[in-house]
């Protein structure tokens, strides 16, 4: 079955004067386990497609069916509740609490889902362990480099054991070997552990590490290739 089916996508921003049309009918499916990058210039309607696909956003028209749950028909707290416990997100910015450590802000969503104490530090320190950061659990975030805190990102996403994660240009602001080395974790847990990563990306050499690569111009899909094919 398809964990993901995106059917007649439009997305039309209203702004006063002229609206502007970011998405112009899309139809993807993406199945469980699947490692994909989405590609294509700035402007291209990535961010706006990831957001629709995660339920941060709605279509102006068409469908979003994750897990066989309609989500465009959902009311939007039901949205959010099917967001946290199904989807989750990785962006350009990492977005950790400042004030927590490592283990304090993956701690912080297991706390969220009232799990007992002892099962939320074992469940922190595994995920810790699957990024390769055990030796900055107690670290602020202003004591990580941008690659560090984008693998606490990660594993901070893996906290709700969600369906799929979602991630937004997550290498924009790293160096090449950061972005390498995220890429390389990231496809471990694809191939190890079958979590379904669906990401953007500007850059060629993390786009190469997709086993699918899906590109878009003017908010259309203008290919969709599977790498073991292409090579
Ligand atoms: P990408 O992620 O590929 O750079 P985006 O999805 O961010 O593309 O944007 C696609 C287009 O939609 C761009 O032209 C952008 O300026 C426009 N856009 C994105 N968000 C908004 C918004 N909230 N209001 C108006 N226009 C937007
Ligand atoms: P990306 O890094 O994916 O290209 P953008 O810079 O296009 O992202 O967009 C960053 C944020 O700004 C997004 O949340 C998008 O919705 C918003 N945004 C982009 N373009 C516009 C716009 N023309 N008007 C309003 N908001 C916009």
Known sequence: MNI????GITKIYDI?????QALNGIDLSFQQEEFVA?????GSGKTTLLNI?????????????????NITGLSNWKKTDFRMHNIGFVFQSYNLIPVLTTKENIEFILQL???????????ALELIEAVGLMNKTNSR?????????????VARALASK????LADEPTANLDSKSAENLLDIMEKLNREENITFIFSTHDARVMKKARRIITIEDGKVI??????KVL
Not at 4 to 7: A, L, P, R, S, T
Not at 59 to 69: L, Q
């Open 4 to 7: 993901i089916e995106i059917k």
């Open 141 to 153: 975030p202003n004591k990580l480099s941008g690659g560090e805190q984008q693998r606490v990102a």
């Open 223 to 228: 290919e969709d290739v599977l790498r073991e």
């Open 53 to 69: 696909i995660g339920g941060l956003d709605s279509p102006t028209d068409g469908t979003v069916i994750v897990d066989g749950v």
């Open 38 to 42: 989405i590609v294509g210039p700035s």
């Open 16 to 20: 006063k004067t002229m609206p502007f």
């Open 162 to 165: 969600p369906k799929f994660i």
């Open 113 to 123: 889902q009232g799990r007992d104490k002892e099962d939320i530090e074992k469940r």
